[in-house]
């Protein structure tokens, strides 16, 4: 691929979510088991930061601002999530969100549940935030947390939802060429 001027934020995926999941089974309390999935962010930014040979892991998004381009970026305090992340570093860069995850579009429902789950090419705030619901949780599941939702939707910024694991479509969409995947705005 191409230089490009980019910020890359990473999350903490199954890490987190299995972490959070023994914590549980210790303690109920939001703000722990938040910063159990912060750190998982940290570990995986670090690796991501290794594989683009960058300096240094931001966890606040105003401090990575100031040294965009070619950030890495890990989780940042607990309520707020790696997506809320995202899209706060967006806004600080006047930059849109492209969200790599392990699906190639948002759908009416989960696929992994539903069978007859439709793609969405194109989706408003609105809509979007009905889908993937209006409360935080930690290690929330959602094509696009709830609290980075409504920050997007008040600060306007357009975010693409797509297969992380297709480099491909990634410079298809970078190259704002036709790609696969689903447009929030």
């Not at 970026?73 to 999530?81: A, D, E, I, N």
């Not at 549940?113 to 209006?134: H, L, N, Q, T, V």
């Not at 939802?161 to 410079?171: A, C, I, R, S, T």
Request: hydrophobic share 40%.
């Amino acid at each position: 691929m191409k230089e490009r001027e980019v910020g890359v934020v990473c999350g903490g995926g199954r890490i987190a979510r299995d972490y959070q999941s023994a914590a549980r089974e210790m303690t109920d309390d939001f703000e722990s088991l938040e910063l159990v999935g912060i750190s998982a962010t940290k570990l995986n930014a670090e690796l991501v930061r290794v594989a683009l040979g960058w300096k240094g892991v931001f966890s606040d998004p105003n401090e990575a601002a100031t040294h965009f381009p070619h950030v890495v970026c890990s989780g940042w305090k607990p309520g707020r999530t790696t997506d809320y992340v995202s899209a706060l570093l967006a806004s600080l860069v006047g930059a849109c969100v492209v969200n790599m995850t392990n699906v190639d579009y948002v759908y009416d429902k989960d696929p992994n549940k539903y069978s007859d789950a439709k793609p969405i090419k194109k989706i408003g705030w609105r809509r979007m935030i009905e889908i993937c619901g209006d409360k935080h949780t930690p290690g929330i599941n959602a094509p696009f947390a709830p609290v980075a939702c409504k920050f997007a939707m008040e600060n306007k910024i357009k975010v693409i939802v797509l297969d992380g694991k297709d480099l491909d479509n990634l410079e298809s969409c970078l190259d704002g060429k036709r790609f696969h995947g689903t447009t929030v705005q």
